[in-house]
C-alpha cells in the first residue's frame, strides 16, 4: 500500500453515461496526477495539481474530462458521456514538490465502459 | 515528437540469474530518469531514480546505469527472484510530468 488511495477499483458503465472516480493521495503531497493506462502501454499523463490549481493538462484529456481537486486534499476526475475508447485503466499519484522525483501511484480505477 | 521507448517487449530470465532491462530515449534535457514495476492489477512502484548528471546509481539488489552518449537507460537486478516477475516501465522528466515507455515484461523462470 503506497498510501495513495482510488475508488472505485472497478466500474462498468454504459457508453453515454457519466463517471466519477476520487484519489485520496498522501497526506503531505501537494502534487497530485492522473494518467490513463491501457492493456500493454505505459500510463499516458493527463493532468496534473499543485496543490489546488491545475498547472497542466494534456491534450488526451478532451472536453468530456475534468479534474478537480477543490481543497488541494482530494481530487475527482468526471469523464462525461463515456464512450468505448475511454476504457482503460485511470491511475492517480501524488508527490512532493521540488526535489525527489518519486512519485507514489494508488492502485487505479479500471473503468470499463459497454 | 520526443520520448521513452523500450527495445524488448518481454524478457525471461531464470531464477537466481541477472536481469537487465534496456530504455532509449530521446529528449536529452530531462532531468531524471525513474524505472517503476508494475504488478498485475497494480499501480507503478518506483524501484529506483538517476540524475541526468550521473552515470550509475545502485539500490538493494537494484542498479542503473545511464549512458548520455547513446541516450541508454538499463536496470539490473541481481539474483532476480520470482517476486521479480512484472512489467518494468522507464520514464523520464523534464520538469513534470513523468513520461513513460511502453514497458518490458520479466518473467522468472523457477
Known amino acids: 500500500d503506497t498510501g495513495v488511495s482510488q475508488d472505485p477499483r472497478h466500474k462498468i458503465t454504459k457508453r453515454g453515461q457519466n463517471v466519477t472516480f476520487r484519489c485520496d493521495p498522501i497526506s503531505e503531497h501537494n502534487r497530485l496526477y492522473w494518467y490513463r493506462q491501457t492493456l500493454g502501454q505505459g500510463p499516458e499523463f493527463l493532468t496534473y495539481f499543485q496543490n489546488e490549481a491545475q498547472l497542466e493538462k494534456s491534450r488526451l484529456l478532451s472536453d468530456r474530462f475534468s479534474a478537480e481537486r477543490p481543497k488541494g486534499s482530494f481530487s475527482t476526475l468526471e469523464i462525461q458521456r463515456t464512450e468505448q475508447g475511454d476504457s482503460a485503466m485511470y491511475l492517480c499519484?501524488?508527490?512532493?514538490?521540488?526535489?525527489?522525483?518519486?512519485?507514489?501511484f494508488g492502485q487505479g480505477t479500471r473503468l470499463t465502459v459497454v | 515528437g520526443e520520448s521513452v521507448g523500450l527495445h524488448l517487449p518481454t524478457l525471461s530470465v531464470q531464477e537466481g540469474d541477472n536481469s537487465i532491462i534496456n530504455c532509449a530515449y530521446s529528449n536529452s534535457a530531462s532531468d531524471y530518469f525513474i524505472w517503476y514495476k508494475q504488478e498485475s492489477g497494480k499501480g507503478p512502484q518506483f524501484i529506483i531514480d538517476?540524475?541526468?548528471?550521473?552515470d550509475k546509481r545502485q539500490g538493494q539488489r537494484v542498479t542503473v546505469l545511464l549512458n548520455k552518449t547513446v541516450k541508454h537507460l538499463s536496470l539490473q537486478i541481481a539474483a532476480t527472484q520470482p517476486g521479480d516477475s512484472a512489467v518494468y516501465f522507464c520514464?523520464?522528466?523534464?520538469?513534470?510530468?513523468?513520461?513513460f515507455g511502453k514497458g518490458t515484461r520479466l518473467s522468472v523462470i523457477a
Open positions: 538517476i540524475r541526468s548528471n550521473m
Open positions: 499519484a501524488s508527490s512532493l514538490s521540488g526535489g525527489t522525483a518519486e512519485a507514489f
Open positions: 520514464a523520464e522528466i523534464k520538469g513534470t510530468p513523468l513520461v
